[in-house]
């Protein structure tokens, strides 16, 4: 499997819910509920990724179950709990020209307006207000750092992002 046909993970199976084969999920999707958008689903189980179907779901208090076709008893549920939910790349939206998959970002090369390479995205960081680029300094940074915060406000701070050639360019002063 290439690097793009990596499984996504969007969430887990919790612990087995009821005498039925019911199990609660643990979604990493920006509504809890969004991860039964996809299907099928992918699990990893026993070292290896196996496709499973949602037979049905529903809200349990403030859990969400699901009950995975072929899985009957709470003792084939006990032997899920913890494994990932993943899709393919392929089974994600496609999303307009200015939104973008946190994926796709990791690794993006950063550079200010005036040409500095600040570094290279390493992580998304999810806050209240806006996801912030934290990108990884050269080695041998002009300014000692080891790594910089960037916020992800289009047009303010992030002025270009460019997936085909993994660039992208910002207007941020690089000894910040």
Known sequence: MSSNQQPIVLGKLGASHGIKGWLKITA?????????DYSPWLIYDQGKWREVK????????????????GVTSREQAQMLTNCEIAIMPEQMKELSDDEFYHRDLIGCEVTNSNGYNMGIVDQIVET??????????????????????????????????????KQITVDWDPDF
């Open 28 to 36: 990493y999707t920006d509504s809890v509920e969004g991860i039964f």
């Open 128 to 165: 209240g207000s806006n996801d912030v680029l934290l990108v990884k300094a050269n080695a041998k940074d002009a300014f000692g750092k080891a790594e910089r915060m960037i916020p992800f406000v289009p047009e303010q701070f992030i002025l270009k992002v460019d997936l085909q050639g």
């Open 54 to 69: 949602v037979s049905q779901w529903r809200s349990q208090g403030k859990a969400i179950i699901a009950e995975l076709e």
